[in-house]
């Protein structure tokens, strides 16, 4: 661990006592989890990713087997992860597996990674797609202005901030109420596609499989966009420690939402291509928003709506457990120890939650919804192809390790199979400056690992920044769990 400041609210004598009573709440239940996997899988995709899906696949049938398998390998990623959380009781998700089983090298890189640019990244095109969705209203018949988009991006990030800086239990009562909400809009676009289907609607099905593309770049991309709509599967590894009875609730909540929501998600594609032919869904700026004018009529606002409901909760789930991976390295000594301490009476990470909040700002003043989108795909399957060959290790070699849980083999052998593949394909297939840059960056770490981490170089200057942020922001060091 780096070497810790004294905490300026209390003697030396009961800083021991209070660091064993300082640590985050266990205060996720079963529904809690549910809500926290649906309600961050159901984000902006399913109401930006159809299109992107369909073009990049040619046609119909194929670009709902698409959707399918994406399902099928979030379920098989999930229960993969389902095992590594029974196994290491520990928030943090990939990081901590990954340092657990492969060392603080390769897991410094993937939280420098990860809290720099992955996760602030997912967090920024889902708050620009909720300003798009939660403006256009203002804008009728034209494109919203950027400055408005990214503004409304912005205040969208702050407030969050906000809600989860104040209080957990707050943070997830928004979460359940703006989950409930989105599964209503999807039920009202599933209902309307079907009794389309009932009144005969079924043209764009026929000769489903007619052009389909057979590039393995091409399909690949295809995979990105509609995992895109289906990342959030692994959420809840994030926050293991706040899950009251982890065993138990980790394997129920991910066999809950993820066939849930795959159910939903096909439904729903359906009856977008019920409502409207192919190239009315791919010259669809907002499938959403397009599929109400058609059904809806003059009810059509609903959907605009529901949308920026529904990229605000899942904005708020993607922050809530993004925060979580910056404040868990932090305590491992791989990030600032500021970023590791908790609010000594809300008890909520807020330095790790404000620095999350920072990087996403800056991200939204950059970058664009699609970049976003495919930018942040290759380096999320890099990192969970990465773990899952963890837990094949944990599998192989340590198999008397106690888990309440096991996955048979052949899950993350799948699993493996399609990250390599969501790794490579792009980049055989159509070689992009971009994800040199990336690549890159991710070894750019090397720099500050050495120095700060290996040989723990801690100047003064810092340490006295440190104690000053714990004055200002009220915070103190936390307690591992005991698990």
């Not at 991976?325 to 000594?344: F, K, N």
Request: hydrophobic residues 50%; proline residues 5%; contains cysteine.
């Amino acid at each position: 661990s780096t070497m810790r400041t004294t905490d300026p609210l209390h003697s030396s004598t009961d800083v021991t006592e209070e660091k064993e009573k300082l640590r985050l709440k266990q205060e996720v239940g079963l529904i809690s989890g549910v809500s926290l996997i649906a309600g961050t899988m159901i984000g902006s995709g399913i109401f930006m990713s159809p299109e992107w899906v369909l073009h990049h696949m040619g046609n119909p049938a194929s670009s709902l087997l698409i959707w399918a398998a994406c399902g099928l390998l979030a379920m098989f990623g999930a229960l993969s992860y389902a095992e590594l959380g029974t196994i290491i009781k520990e928030s943090g998700g990939e990081y901590i597996y990954i340092l657990r089983i492969f060392g603080s090298f390769p897991a410094f890189l993937f939280a420098y990674t990860s809290v720099i640019l992955v996760r602030p990244a997912g967090l920024a095109a889902v708050c620009l797609s909720f300003a798009e969705y939660a403006i256009a209203p203002f804008y009728p018949g034209c494109s919203s202005p950027q400055v408005a988009v990214k503004c409304t991006a912005a205040a969208c990030i702050l407030i969050l901030t906000i809600i989860n800086c104040l209080n957990v239990r707050l943070a997830t009562s928004v979460m359940n109420i703006f989950t409930a909400a989105k599964l209503l809009a999807l039920l009202v676009i599933v209902v309307g596609g079907l009794v389309l289907l009932a009144k005969g609607q079924t043209q764009s099905f026929q000769n489903g499989f007619q052009g389909t593309t057979a590039g393995i770049g091409a399909v690949g991309v295809a995979f990105y966009q509609g995992l895109w709509s289906y990342d959030g599967w692994n959420n809840l590894n994030y926050v293991t420690e706040e899950l009251k009875v982890p065993e138990v609730t980790l394997p129920r909540a991910l066999m809950i939402a993820i066939p849930l929501v795959t159910c939903l998600y096909l439904l729903v594609n359906v009856s977008y291509l019920a409502a409207m032919t192919p190239s009315e869904l791919l010259s669809s700026g907002a499938v959403a928003v397009t599929w109400g004018d058609k059904v809806l009529g003059s009810w059509a606002w609903l959907i605009s709506l529901s949308v920026a409901l529904s990229t605000f909760g899942s904005s708020n789930g993607t922050f809530f457990s993004g925060g979580r991976v910056c404040y868990i390295a932090a305590r491992e000594g791989h990030m600032p120890d500021i970023l590791s301490m908790a609010h000594v009476r809300r008890l909520t990470p807020s330095p790790a939650l404000l620095f999350t909040s920072a990087m996403s700002l800056i991200m939204i003043i950059s970058g664009s919804f699609t970049s976003i989108v495919n930018f942040f795909s290759f380096m999320a399957w890099l990192f969970y192809g990465m773990t899952i060959s963890g837990l094949l290790y944990l599998k192989i070699k340590k198999p008397e390790l106690p888990r309440s849980y096991k996955v048979p083999i052949i899950i993350p052998i799948i699993v493996l199979m399609a990250a390599v593949y969501l790794v490579l394909a792009p980049i055989i297939d159509q070689p992009q400056m971009e994800i040199l840059y990336i690549v890159l960056f991710i070894f750019s770490g090397i720099i500050f690992y050495f120095p700060l981490v290996r040989f723990k170089y801690h100047p003064r200057f810092l340490q006295r920044v440190t104690l000053h942020l714990q004055l200002l922001l009220e915070v103190a060091p936390t307690a591992r769990d005991a698990n």
